[in-house]
Nanobody, 126 residues
Framework: VQLQASGGGLVQAGGSLRLSCVVS????????MGWYRQAPGKEREFVAA????????SYVESVKGRFTISRDNAKNTVYLQMNTLKPEDTAVYYC????????????????????WGQGTLVTVSS
């Protein structure tokens, strides 16, 4: 199973970016997906998650109303639309794939994710 994340870059505060993560090697449509991030000198933190069918989503409080997670099961891709970016959003962003098929709720626990992408760097300048 491979997860390929892309879409990071340098953006000014208030700007937007859309991250993408393409999954190969497993049936994408039956697994929940998540996004995490790790800022310099800090631990990895949960950002957002979406159930296998896209019906439910969850977010860390600091990004609610600014970030949107979505998925396209036909393209084996999960997205993270990030708007109104702030310098504190600067981090390496990782996508992750759930280890359990047809989980009926989102999960924020890193241990529930079996596969991780390589990360894509988002830098927000002030």
């Amino acid at each position: 199973v491979q997860l390929q994340a892309s879409g990071g870059g340098l953006v000014q505060a208030g700007g937007s970016l859309r991250l993408s993560c393409v999954v190969s090697g497993r049936t994408f449509s039956v697994y929940a997906m998540g996004w995490y991030r790790q800022a310099p000198g800090k631990e990895r933190e949960f950002v957002a998650a979406i159930t296998w069918d896209g019906r439910y989503t969850s977010y860390v409080e600091s990004v609610k109303g600014r970030f949107t997670i979505s998925r396209d099961n036909a393209k084996n891709t999960v997205y993270l639309q990030m708007n109104t970016l702030k310098p504190e959003d600067t981090a390496v962003y990782y996508c992750a794939a759930d280890r359990t098929a047809i989980r009926m709720a989102t999960t924020r626990l890193p241990a529930d994710y079996a596969y991780w992408g390589q990360g894509t760097l988002v830098t927000v300048s002030s």
